[in-house]
Each structure stands twice: as C-alpha cells, then as structure tokens.
C-alpha cells in the first residue's frame, strides 16, 4: 500500500494484491535458475477529478521475470533478471502500457567484514499524472557494506538514475 499526505494526480494513493509463484533451480555451487510470475488487481484510492481527467481507478498487472545466480568464485558471484511487465487500466485503455525490465548485480566479498554490491538496472515507476502513465529509468548504483559486528554494520549507496515519463494519455 502507497500513501501520500497529499492527495496529487501524480502520486495518488493505491492499493494493489498480489498472488505469486514460481519455480527455481539451485546447483550445487549456490547458482541458480528460476522462473516466477506474479498476477496483481489494484486500485487508486482517493481519486480527484481534474478538467483532463484520464486517470483511472482499477487495474491488473501481469509480471514474467527469469532469475539466475552465478557463483564465479567463492568471492563473487552475478545476479541477473529479465522480466516482462504488462498492466491494463479498466476504462482508460490510453493508460496501458508493458515494458520489458533487466538488472545485473555484481556481489564482491573480499573480507568476511566487507561486501560490494555493484548494479546496473532498468526499472519502472508509476506515475498517474496529466502527462504520463509510467516511467522507465536506468539505474547505476555501487554499496559497500562494513559488518563492524554481528550486530552493526555500516552501509553506504551511491546512485544515479536517469528517468524518462512515458505513456502519455
């Protein structure tokens, strides 16, 4: 559930159920294979009308994502996903829209204290607004992780993300 103190067309709030599934392959070495699907029904709740009103209030969304691990050293190891996601507005079909998506994350442990995990992605976020029905953007990120303890670590993460608003109504 996603809510706002503010009830905006761009960031209205919603709801959204989920059912899931999926099977995966793990070998020996720790790297794996998986497949998984996800069906999703939502809702925005506290619509607001505006004199270019497009904005629909229910959905369904559909997602097909391929999964893999590769264990290359006992040290490093890539993960990656493809995924497909696809979601239909009810009554504003100028609001669909599908979008393929990809990451690839690079885990690098040179001490039993220090991880580094180093990512490349193509993600989506939705945007109801006057001007677009979804964003696509890349995103590059790059965070260390000093475990001090079992109990405390210290993360940091450096990112950057290039966004672009599609699906205009």
Do not use: C
Request: net charge positive; charged share 20%.
């Amino acid at each position: 559930r996603l809510s706002n103190e503010q009830v905006v067309l761009q960031d209205r709030d919603s709801r959204l159920r989920t059912v899931s599934g999926g099977l995966r392959y793990v070998y020996r070495s720790g790297s794996y294979i998986g497949y998984g699907y996800k069906l999703s029904r939502g809702a925005y709740l506290n619509h607001v009308a505006s004199s270019n009103d497009t904005a629909p209030v229910d959905f369904d969304q559909t997602e097909h994502e391929m999964t893999a691990r590769w264990a290359l050293t006992g040290k490093t190891s890539v993960k990656g996903s493809v995924s497909y996601v696809s979601r239909k507005h009810a009554g504003a079909p100028q609001r669909d829209f599908s979008t393929p998506l990809a990451e690839v994350l690079i885990r690098w442990i040179p001490t039993g204290k220090i991880t580094v995990d180093a990512g490349l992605e193509r993600a989506f976020i939705i945007s109801q607004s006057d001007y677009a029905s979804y964003a696509v953007g890349s995103r590059l990120s790059l965070r260390p992780t000093w475990n001090a303890t079992a109990q405390t670590s210290v993360r940091m993460q450096l990112e950057y993300l290039d966004q672009q608003y599609r699906g205009s109504p």
